[in-house]
């Protein structure tokens, strides 16, 4: 949250330049409610919608900002707004973004049981099943349990699908704990704290 506190003028002054892209993304990941998107989409100043956005994400605590930063770290997010890159790599992120998969792996000896013990934490916290579930296939997935959790209605419910065919095997849940490492490192670096 401070290094968003810390940028959050040129966070505004970057994000300002399409600024209905970046709510699309931050509603699409569940960021903000509808009820939010449809409020700062009411905005008519481009500038006071960003700074609206930023304010509401920080207003929501450190979850809330981990999953707004998780979203600006999109391919498609950082090829909008390319400044994006830059701010990610200078290592603004705080320590988080010096944290290596590897060094994350690394903490954790036992993934199967982590992700056991981990697992109301992982079905309300990870967004980005799909991703998960697309890094899976062949990995220990099938193409039926991929099918069955693309069926699912909610993220919650096919990170629970997700979870249930993958905390059968140590081999499976190693490449799950790794793809888990690599698309959320911040919600894996709070859970191994």
């Known amino acids: 949250m401070e290094d968003i506190r810390r940028s959050k003028t040129s966070l505004v002054e970057w994000l300002t330049s399409d600024p209905d892209f970046i709510l699309q993304m931050v509603q699409e990941d569940a960021v903000i409610t509808q009820r939010e998107y449809r409020k700062l989409k009411a905005e ?4 006071k919608r960003i700074v609206n956005l930023i304010d509401n994400v920080m207003g929501k605590g450190q979850p809330s900002c981990e999953l707004f930063c998780q979203v600006l770290q999109k391919d498609k997010v950082k090829e909008t707004y390319p400044q994006l890159m830059e701010w ?19 903490k954790v000896t036992d993934k199967k049981s982590f992700l056991k013990a981990n697992w109301a934490k ?11 579930a697309d890094q899976m296939l062949g990995h220990g997935l099938t ?6 959790i693309m069926a ?4 919650e419910q096919k990170m629970r699908t997700l979870l249930g065919y ?3 095997n140590d081999v499976v849940s190693g490449h799950l704990f790794t793809a888990l ?5 911040y919600v894996m670096h709070e859970l191994i704290q």
Not at 88 to 106: A, C, H, M, P, Y
Not at 152 to 155: A, E, G, I, K
Not at 181 to 185: E, F, S
Request: aromatic share 4%.
């Open 44 to 47: 008519t100043d481009p500038e």
């Open 166 to 168: 993958v905390t059968t």
């Open 122 to 132: 992982l079905v309300q916290k990870v967004k980005h099943v799909d991703e998960l």
């Open 143 to 148: 193409n039926e349990m991929y099918s069955n």
């Open 181 to 185: 490492c690599t698309l959320n490192r």
């Open 152 to 155: 699912c209605r909610t993220t």
């Open 88 to 106: 990610f790599s200078s290592n603004q992120q705080g320590s988080t973004s010096k944290i290596s998969v590897r060094e994350l792996e690394d």
